[in-house]
Structure formats: C-alpha cells, structure tokens
C-alpha cells in the first residue's frame, strides 16, 4: 500500500492559491496540500484522512465561484499532477478521449484542433487511423465560458454554458469515470451499467442504498445531488460537488465541428427580443445557443465605452439597438439553401444585424457578447474604492419554457421598483438569465440581498431551480434548502453518508 510519508506535500500556508477559489470566498484555511500522482496516492490520502477523522477538500483549476474549492481545516488535495490525455477511442460511430481530471478544456480544445494523437494510446481497434484520416474536426462541445476550467471540476460541477441550449450539460456527453470513493475505493463507473432499480435502490461498491426521494427540476439545473427515476449511478456522480468520491479520470464524447455562422440581431426593447427567441427556438435553425444582453446590459457597455472605460471593435449602438439576441447556426453546406431562407423569413430587419463568419470576426462578436460580465466587474471594482465590502449579486436561476414570461417580468417589475443599478444577460434559450445587481454602497448591498432572496422564491414558485449551472458550494446552502426543503437536503445527507459516514470530504459543499 502506498505510504502517506511517500506522496509529495506542503505546508498549506506556502502557497495560498489553495486556500481560495474565484468566489473570493475568504477565511480559508488547511495543514497540508498533498500532490498524489495517481489513484493508488489519492486513496492513500482518503484512508489516512478517514483514520484520523481529518476534512480533505479537492483543488481543481479554482475556477468556480461558490466557494466549493475553499478548505475550512484538514488537508486540501491538489489535482494538478493529472494533467495528461490518455487516449482516443471509438464506438458506435463516435470518437471518444480519455483524460485525466486536470486537463483543461483549452487544452482539449486545441489539441483536438491540431489533431495532435502522436502520444495518445490507441482505446480500440484503428481509432487513431480513422482519426487522423477524417477529413472532419472533433471538439468537445460542452461550452462553460472558462477554458480554464479542468474537465474533472467541469465533471464534479456538471458544468454547462451557452451551448448547453444545443448539446446539454457536462452529463450528456461523459462516458465514463474513475472515481476513488472516501473509504479509498476505486471504482471505474461506466455509463449504462448500473441503474436504479424499480424502488429507486442501487446496488454499486458493495453499498446498496436509495437513490434521493426527489425528482430534479424540468430545466437547465445545478443544484442538488441528481435524482431521477431509473437513473444511472454515474449520474449521481456527476454535478455531485466532489462530496461522494474524487474524479480523477473520464472518458468523454467527441462531436463533429462544423462551421457555423454567427449573427446579433438587435430590437428596440426588451420584450422585442423575446418574441424574436420563441421564433427562433419554433424555427428549423436549431442554433448552438441563443444568448441575450437586455437593455441594461447594452446601456452599461454603451456608457463604458462613450466615458473611454472599454474599447470594442464594433460599429456604434443605433437608436432603436435596444436589446440584442446571440445565435451561432451550423452551416451544413447540404442545408445551406434552406437554412438561408428559413433566416431571411425569421429576421425581419436585417439591417440591424451582424452577421459574421470569418474567424477573425466571430471573435469581434465574441467579445462582445463578454462585455457585460467584465463591464460588470469593472464597475464593482470602482465602487469598491469607497465600499470595499460590496459585491455584485448575479443571480443563477431558470424554469422551464412556459414559466419564463412570468419570471422575466417579475425580474422587470422588481428591478425597476428597486432603483438599484443593473445589468441582464445570459442563456435566454434556456430561459436562464443572470441579473447583476450593482449595489452603490451597502444599504444598497442589504436591499439587492433582499431583492436575490425574492428572485430565487420566485423561481422556485414557478418550479425552477436556485442554481442552472454554478452549483451551490459554500455560499449557496440557504437557497438550496429553499428549493428542497429540510427533507430533501436530509436525503441529500443521507446518500453522502453512504460513501462518507463522517461527511470528510468536500465537506460544507452543497450542506453541513
């Protein structure tokens, strides 16, 4: 067995990027930072954790925002010596790449661009072969905004993004897992091998036990240890928050790129641009994504630009450019012809549209579509010169389709009955907008808090969830037990205890 002594490690206060992730969540603290190298180090460290009755909190890429990877005591667990693509694979007409959890998805990205295979390992028979001699590009296209990310906190998070309107999240496109439990087993869990059965029980690593007495909400949703009837143990797993067990290894589906051509169409309000998307979602188009920045959003970027704060390479804002709808189309050169006259019918004033297709110019519209984030935080960051303590509130919560017109226009009723400064954008084809309130100082940070509270019951009323796609972490445990009820995180509890009696691991993610 491996030794505890054997396995690299230092002293957490060396190095505070351990103690922090991008919440800005503070106060973290831990002994020791231990560097396993492979699962036999990462079930050592669990085993001498369990012994000694210590917390072990994963460190992935830090590139959440709810304080999931902050350590409160114990040790913190680094994943970073996991950094290499293993393999390619194919099966049942799809390529497949082998990885370890802290490999980014720019790396991924690129060296499925480059189709750089020389080191891979060959999973089947000629995948490599018929890789390298497709004349097509494969990407992973699960699309969470931060390339940054490591694709085992992508896995752990069921991370999603724009194009989670096409492709689905994280989960539809994980093959399979290596997950080393709390009591230090490793277990390799592959898609459709394991199910719950008629009476929601299943029977994986020795542990039989019930899946969670709830049904998980009809939308884009990240909150909660997944739960559906018939499901499959890997999908306990995954969006699990790293609290049943340490991803170290996945196999993950590739899909065919195809060139797609960008195009913002702008409206003279708001609610113009809803109809638009419910064309869109009805029409044959069927985008990548359909993202929005209302006119809060647009005004923010306009008044950055006009006081010299921000440079985009853009033409001006028109008058009637009130609100603007981002949609990438696939180009099947097939469909072309009739993928070109379903548009022309759909848009009906061209001429406030971009339309691009050129590398170079999708990266124009790219950072245009960012601009309200980063103009957002540049904006707290101002206020934060005489308030130091504000922050903004971004809120996180979806519903379902014939929920969102209800949602929305308490958004707009509430914002405008506030006063408060803000910014809307977001997934609007999964009915998923982010509200950014911009608290000017701090009685009105205690009115946006109140404001966020209404939100996200308002959600819930509608059966919606608190969280589409940032998890619940640290930060987030009152709204989750808002939308499950004591009962539902008792059974969340109940299921951890399985795996982690001591509640070890990743301990304060989702509850306490």
């Not at 469909?335 to 406030?352: M, Q, R, T, V």
């Amino acid at each position: 067995m491996t030794g505890i002594a054997s396995i690299e490690s230092r002293r957490a206060a060396e190095d505070d990027r351990f103690l922090k992730d991008e919440s800005k969540m503070g106060g973290g603290y831990a002994d020791t930072v231990f560097f396993p190298e492979n699962e036999a180090e990462i079930s050592a460290v669990l085993k001498w954790c369990a012994e000694k009755k210590l917390k072990a909190t994963v460190a992935g890429g830090g590139t959440g925002i709810t304080g999931a990877a902050v350590p409160f005591g114990g040790v913190v667990i680094s994943m970073e010596k996991f950094n290499n693509i293993i393999g390619l694979g194919f099966k049942n007409g799809r390529f497949f790449l082998k990885v370890q959890a802290a490999v980014t998805l720019s790396k991924i990205a690129e060296t499925l661009r480059m189709k750089e295979t020389s080191k891979f390992k060959e999973l089947t028979e000629n995948a490599l072969r018929s890789f390298e001699d497709s004349p097509d590009t494969w990407c992973y296209p699960v699309d969470p905004t931060e390339m940054s990310a490591q694709i085992g906190g992508t896995a752990a998070t069921n991370a999603s993004g724009a194009a989670t309107y096409r492709f689905g999240p994280t989960r539809n496109w994980i093959k399979s897992l290596v997950v080393t439990l709390p009591d230090g087993n490793v277990q390799k869990i592959e898609r459709g091998k394991c199910f719950a059965d008629a009476s929601g029980e299943f029977d994986f690593a020795g542990k039989r036990f019930k899946r969670c007495a709830y049904e998980m909400p009809d939308c884009k949703n990240a909150a909660g240890l997944y739960s559906k009837q018939g499901m499959d143990i890997i999908d306990l797993f995954i969006g699990s928050e790293g609290i049943l067990g340490v991803i170290s290894e996945l196999e993950i589906w590739l899909e065919k790129k195809t060139p797609s051509l960008s195009v913002v169409q702008f409206f003279p309000s708001d609610s113009d641009a809803f109809s638009f998307v419910k064309k869109l979602k009805k029409s044959a188009l069927s985008p990548d994504f359909i993202e929005f920045i209302g006119e809060s959003g647009l005004d923010l970027i306009d008044s950055r630009i006009k006081s010299g704060c921000m440079t985009l390479d853009i033409p001006e804002f028109r008058e009637n450019q009130r609100s603007a709808v981002f949609f990438d189309i696939s180009m099947d050169k097939n469909a072309a012809g009739s993928l070109e006259k379903e548009a022309s019918g759909l848009i009906e004033h061209p001429e406030d549209s971009w339309c691009a297709w050129e590398n170079s110019e999708t990266e124009r519209i790219k950072a245009f579509r960012h601009a309200v984030p980063e103009s957002v935080n540049a904006t707290i960051a101002e206020i934060r010169k005489n308030y130091p303590k504000v922050h903004k509130l971004g809120t996180d919560f979806a519903v379902a389709d014939d929920k969102f017109d209800e949602l929305a226009a308490f958004y707009r009723e509430t914002l405008k009955k506030s006063g408060l400064k803000h910014a809307v954008f977001g997934h609007i084809g999964n009915n998923h907008l982010h509200i950014n309130m911009l608290p000017a100082d701090y009685d009105e940070l205690e009115k946006a808090k109140e404001i966020y509270a209404l939100m996200a019951k308002k959600a819930l009323e509608l059966k919606g969830t608190v969280s589409a796609e940032h998890g619940i972490g640290k930060l987030k445990h009152k709204y989750l037990e808002m939308m499950f009820g004591e009962e539902g995180i008792n059974e969340m509890r109940r299921v951890k205890k399985v795996f982690d009696p001591d509640m070890l691991l990743n301990n304060g993610n989702m509850f306490q």
